[in-house]
């Protein structure tokens, strides 16, 4: 008996000899996969007696997609800050914004991201950047409810800079080393591990912004936590100049440096990295979360993700946030990073659709210390699973999965979605939320929060509306 019986046309199943199956079905019981294989010898045990059956023989069934890298209250930031580069981009729109939000406010911009990322494929994502003002334990507690499996990183900082620019932070969102240290632990003693699927994380903010002293307790603190870190490290030119002048380090050496290396570490971008540091990210095992459409709206830089996979780092994919991408569509973002490898090394050959669907899928779920639980469609493990439909005219005629899920493939193309053995989006309808009222909330509240922070009043619009 399954609870849940879903017969598709392939399964990419992301399992160790990572095997398609072809008329394949999955049945799922609880929170777990218990049979995956040939609909014609699964029909026999499943048909017709799963609670829910889903039938989808025109469909792609893939593991739930993993987005490394979120900003879940920037949801609300679309076109709030275009044609700037990072620092401008960040000082004159995104921290004001920020850094005038209410908990309302947060709350209304992380349910649209979560009900995006839903709608588009993604299961789990790590959130890079939670400060008190969002009021972090009602945003946890809708990511719990809503059905989603996520890590949440808390900012911790004790300065106000970025990279050489002091006093580069909006007041807004400022806080004490001793605050934001003390409230991700009690986070993480009130939320790690609910449900399997919330966990807490440390996110340590951007050099500049936090002292050698506190990342290195940091560093420990979540070592003797046993929990992740996340920071954003060399995404743009500034941070090599502040780290190589202040420091007379590059900045992956800067992280190894201050104890922000290894398994339980992503390091978001690594745009600008030496050969010596890929290699130094490869020696001690930590994750890179790549995000290219950002990085390319930004004009930061193309990281060398062939490079970094071909010396064996564990390169992941995210969306980042919605000034800088402007949408959390993971199988977008899939293409992106697809394209820009071949572009800038001019090799065809220098990534292809495997590579990246194992970014999105598998190496995100190692990035994140789930991979014995999550990243692929598996006997015994958690049932998150998506469910891609592919007679539409862009993704015919079906004749390569994994390239069209790549290079074809939108995130609208999904239409069912199932975390943890529930199904939590059934022929594109959310079941978990009221999409009609999220949209009502964030329209209200970003007109509200664009006036009281005096950015983003009028659109960056050079033609007259009229
Ligand atoms: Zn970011």
């Known amino acids: ?31 777990r996969i218990i049979a995956v294989g040939k609909c014609e010898e699964l029909d026999k045990d499943f048909k017709g007696k799963a609670k829910e059956e889903i039938n989808a023989p025109r469909s792609i069934i893939m593991p739930g ?36 939000m209410t908990a309302d406010d947060a709350l209304a911009a992380a349910s649209l991201t979560m009900l995006e990322m839903i709608k588009t494929g993604t299961t789990t994502f790590l959130e890079t950047g939670m400060v008190g003002r969002y009021g972090p334990d009602r945003i946890i507690e809708r990511v719990h409810d809503v059905g989603l499996r996520a890590a949440i990183a808390r900012h911790v900082m004790d300065m106000t800079g970025y990279a050489l620019e002091e006093n580069a932070l909006h007041p807004g969102l400022i806080e004490s080393g001793e605050q934001s240290m003390g409230d991700t632990e009690r986070l993480y003693r009130k939320y790690h591990g609910w449900d399997g699927r919330i966990f807490i994380w440390y996110g340590p903010r951007t050099p500049g912004a936090v002292s050698v002293e506190l990342y290195r307790e940091i560093s420990a603190k979540a070592r003797e936590l046993g929990t992740g870190i996340t920071m954003h490290l060399a995404e743009v030119l500034e941070d090599v100049e502040y780290m190589t002048k202040v420091f007379n380090r590059k900045p992956v050496e800067f ?74 569509d993971l199988i977008e973002e899939m293409k992106i990073a697809a394209l820009l490898q071949p572009a800038v090394k001019r090799n065809a050959k220098a990534i292809r ?9 598998t190496r995100g779920a190692r990035a994140l210390g789930l991979e014995n639980e999550i990243g692929s469609v598996e006997v015994g493990k958690r049932a998150d699973i998506i469910v891609i439909n592919y007679w539409d005219p ?36 959310v079941l978990t939320m009221n999409e009609e009222k999220v949209l009502e909330d964030v329209q209200k509240h970003a007109r509200e929060l664009f006036e009281r922070a005096g950015v983003c009043v009028e659109p960056n619009i050079k033609w007259p509306i009229v």
């Open 394 to 429: 862009k993704l015919m005629p079906m004749n390569d999965p994994v390239s069209h899920i790549v290079y074809a493939a939108h995130g609208d193309d999904v239409t069912d979605v199932i975390i943890d053995g529930k199904i939590i989006m059934r022929n594109r309808k």
């Open 65 to 100: 997609l993993i987005d490394t890298h979120v900003h879940l209250v920037q949801g609300m930031l679309k076109a709030c800050a275009n044609y700037k580069r990072l620092i401008p981009w960040l000082t004159r729109c995104v921290w004001p914004l920020q850094g005038n």
């Open 1 to 31: 008996m399954a609870d849940i019986y879903v017969r598709g046309k392939f399964v990419i199943t992301m399992d160790k000899d990572r095997k398609i199956i072809k008329d394949g079905c999955v049945a799922i019981e609880d929170s």
């Open 255 to 328: 992280a190894h440096w201050v104890g922000l290396t290894g398994p339980n570490v992503v390091l978001v971008h690594v745009v600008w990295a030496s050969d010596k540091e890929i290699e130094l990210l490869a020696k001690t095992g930590t994750h890179v979360s790549h995000n290219p459409s950002s990085n390319s709206k930004l004009g930061s830089g193309i990281a060398r993700v062939a490079d970094m996979l071909k010396t064996g780092v564990n390169v992941t994919l995210g969306c980042d946030g919605g000034p800088s991408n402007d949408n959390y």
């Open 353 to 361: 659709a495997e590579d990246v669907i194992e970014m999105a899928t």
